[in-house]
């Protein structure tokens, strides 16, 4: 259920979810799940990265790049696929560990798939850094200086393009991060093009950390048993989503329907940024600007509460400021 | 300028396009498909519909005597009444091509041979 | 009426509109417009203005914010116009058809045509659901108020 | 700092603001304060480097509201301050000032729960659709989900209504 909350970070949302639950009940994910989780969110980070990418060239004009990329997304797609069945939404995480283990006879054709990813991956870096009609409709535009970002409060590749060294994953580890090394990528751009930078590297960092991960994973168990009754308790749980800091809050009073249960995805967090970056921008620049901070117009802002008297999920979302900004956009997809 | 290289790359290789309705395409090994109830092994607990999360799967009657109804039209393929069923009677298949006119033929009915 | 019908039966013109879903569909949606999948191979093609379209593809449920906007999307389309529902909550409003903001699937707002169900579905049975709705045109009993 | 140096400058600076603290496990402190304190506590946190505020979120506590901040300290430890409100008067002073990040979640707050932020430059309806009932908050746990859905349906009845005329 978590994992509709939104289609493209959904990994990130029930990783979340799990981690809250299973603090709530005092229980740990055995160390070959969390690494089972590292992959598959590293690999949900390459796919949204890449998506954004190509909807970042298809908001300058360049529809070629974006064609190329949505091609070369289908790798990873297939790589989720064969290890996961579904495209889009996993299924992988559930309260206590994994679903599906990851059998050492998939480690070659994932890494087959990740040095393919690679290359293509390099050459898009050389082609966005040489480009003309990328550098002139990026450099430059939507500027968002460290210190806006900060007091801003923007999470993710948003605030690391402006050259805050800031990764939840580094700085509050959860699943096998504190095991797997990697680099928080930053630059001191301060504008799309430094964002676009810092996701690319992202995506060859990821495809790092899944190598590391897929030689390293420990044998064991994929779940725990989860006990039955949960203690009135409450816990806050932190992912970094490939959009940015993901943080789920989750209350529970003894019974089995939680108290309250909060979301806060990563995209609002980053519109009182997005609205600083505007400022003084030509009309013509919003598109890539609004698209810069990688908005997923779904995920935006749902919550989801459990009413403890009737026991419906009530589940809102923020669709007012979608509504603006998409007659803003026009109606693109 | 090198995607203008790349474009030209581009134009000696085999199209990447599936020739999807012409030519079935395979389905992953865990693909989460139309559930399919083996009523054989069905004991009538209920459970299935218990969890499912979107209200898809209903049951009339109880134990052995059970019918089963499953809209399709409701069922996000999550594959959580497959995991929950205590006999392992529902069995995710590999079938995605669902497409139809009319909600109401989307519902599978299920029932026990005598 | 008949060079309409065919011009529609060889290349439909396809607006996608998310009246509140959770992307899934959107991404599968614009899958099914890339190298892999290429629906343009029939003709089909995106379009960015109601006013251009001979089909509305919705995802997501209709949330009470949503519905007029979706209305008068409809409203704006050249007729005859067909409605596509894909995904579940498109088709019924599952999982989240007892929200209070919900009000359930498109066929609450809109007259729906083909229900494309799968969450989501894959790109090769959105392209399926397309071929049922082109198969609907051609036989003349599209509810597609025209 | 660690969570016990952070503890310890806490209540050398807010001392008998604080009422409770929980660190129920690494990087995650729980801090419970009097309501009076709060403004105080969020500057003091201010300065010692709590800079990120990753959300507000607000519970129903049936007599009273919880309202909570969840704070960042550098990215890594996460603190959620804490206090009760009066259900009848849900009136707080707003932080935007001091933390203008919070601007979205103070409006958030508003629609789901009534509470008003004193001092918040635009309050206005955030996640709610614009023909929704005035005085109608969804998160509080008065309304159950029949009432909500028969209010808002009749609410926009009303307004076709209107249009209609």
């Known amino acids: 259920m978590a ?13 979340c979810y799990t981690q809250a639950i299973e603090d709530l009940l005092g229980i740990e994910a055995p160390p070959r799940a969390k690494y089972i989780r590292v992959i598959i969110a590293e690999l949900e980070r390459i796919h949204s990265h890449s998506l954004w990418l190509g909807i970042a060239a298809h908001e300058i004009g360049f529809d070629t790049l974006f064609m190329y990329l949505w091609r070369d997304r289908e790798t990873v797609m297939d790589m989720l696929e064969f290890i996961s069945g579904n495209r889009v939404h996993y299924a992988m995480n559930t309260i206590g560990g994994v679903r599906r283990d990851i059998p050492s006879e998939m480690t070659p054709k994932i890494k087959d798939g990740l040095d393919f990813l690679e290359k293509r991956i390099k050459y898009y870096i050389k082609t966005i850094s040489s480009d003309r009609t990328i550098q002139k409709r990026t450099v430059d535009v939507g500027i968002l200086k460290p210190k806006d970002a900060i007091e801003l409060c923007a999470v993710g590749p948003t605030l690391r393009a402006s050259g805050v060294k800031n ?12 095991e797997i090394p990697f680099n928080v990528v930053t630059h001191d751009g301060c504008d799309v093009f430094a964002r676009i930078i810092v996701r690319c590297e992202e995506m060859l960092e990821s495809i790092n950390m899944i190598r590391y991960a897929l030689d390293h994973m420990p044998a064991g168990m994929l779940r725990v048993r989860v006990p039955m009754a949960v203690e009135p308790n409450e816990a806050v749980s932190r992912v970094e989503a490939p959009r940015g800091e993901l943080i789920h809050y989750a209350r529970s009073n003894g019974t089995a329907r939680p108290e309250r249960y909060k979301v806060r995805s990563p995209t609002l967090a980053n519109i009182p940024a997005l609205c600083k970056m505007l400022m003084g921008q030509h009309v013509a620049d919003i598109p890539i600007v609004l698209a810069g901070i990688d908005p997923c117009f779904a995920c935006m802002d749902r919550l989801a509460l459990i009413d403890v ?25 | 300028m090198s995607i203008i290289l790349e474009a030209i790359r581009q134009i000696f290789k085999s199209p990447i396009t599936l020739k999807y309705p012409f030519e079935k395409t395979d389905v992953p090994k865990d693909f989460r498909g139309r559930p399919v109830w083996n009523m054989q092994k069905c004991v009538g607990c209920g459970l299935c519909s218990r969890v499912c999360p979107s209200g898809a799967i209903e049951m009339i009657g109880k134990g052995l005597k059970a019918e089963i109804k499953h809209y399709v039209d409701r069922c996000i393929f999550c594959g959580q009444c497959s995991e929950s069923c205590p006999r392992n009677a529902i069995t995710m298949t590999d079938e995605f091509e669902h497409a139809g006119y009319d909600r109401e033929k989307m519902i599978y009915e299920y029932r026990r041979e005598s | 009426m008949g060079l309409l019908r065919w011009a529609q039966i060889r290349s439909p013109w396809i607006i996608h509109f998310n009246t509140g879903g959770c992307n899934g569909c959107d991404i599968e949606v614009v899958a099914a417009f890339t190298p892999r999948f290429d629906v343009e191979r029939f003709g089909i093609l ?17 949330t009470l914010q949503v519905r007029d906007r979706l209305v008068r999307i409809y409203e704006q389309m050249p007729e005859p116009k ?5 995904g579940a909550c498109a088709c019924s409003g599952a999982p989240f058809k007892d929200c209070y903001n919900v009000l359930g699937g498109v066929d609450e707002v809109l007259p729906v045509d083909v229900y494309v169900p799968g969450c989501p579905p894959k790109p090769e049975a959105i392209i399926d659901g397309v071929v049922k709705l082109i198969q609907k045109i051609k036989r003349g009993d599209a509810n597609g108020r025209g | 700092m660690e969570e016990d140096e952070i503890l310890s400058e806490l209540r050398r600076q807010l001392k008998e603001g604080i009422i409770d603290v929980k660190v129920p496990r690494k990087r995650r402190i729980f801090v ?34 919880e309202v909570i901040y ?55 309806p955030l996640i709610l659709p614009e023909n929704w009932p005035r005085d109608i908050y969804p998160l509080r746990k008065e309304y159950s989900l029949e009432d909500l859905r028969g209010s808002i349906l009749k609410a926009g009845r009303d307004e076709r209504r209107v249009t209609a005329q």
């Open chain 3, 82 to 86: 067909y409605v596509l529902a894909i």
């Open chain 4, 70 to 124: 969840h704070f960042a300290y550098k990215g890594s430890i996460e603190l959620s301050l804490r206090f009760n409100i009066p259900k009848e008067n849900p009136r707080i002073p707003t932080i935007t000032d001091v933390i203008p990040g919070a601007i979205l979640y103070e409006r958030e707050v508003h629609d789901l729960f009534g509470i008003d932020f004193i001092g918040h430059p635009d309050l206005i």
């Open chain 1, 3 to 15: 994992e509709r909350i939104c289609g493209i970070c959904s990994d990130a949302h029930t990783t």
């Open chain 4, 32 to 65: 419970w304060i009097r309501s009076e304190a709060f403004k105080n506590a969020i500057r003091r946190l201010k300065d010692m480097g709590f800079t990120h505020i990753s959300t507000i979120t607000a519970v129903d506590l049936k007599e009273s509201f």
């Open chain 1, 167 to 178: 990764d939840v994953r580094r700085d509050d580890p959860y699943a096998a991060y504190d």
């Open chain 3, 46 to 62: 995106l379009k960015g203005s109601p006013r251009h379209a001979d089909i509305l593809a919705v995802t997501g449920p209709v």
């Open chain 1, 309 to 333: 008297n009737t026991g419906r999920k009530k589940i809102l979302d923020f669709n007012s400021l979608r509504e603006n900004i998409r007659r803003m956009r026009g109606n693109c997809p």
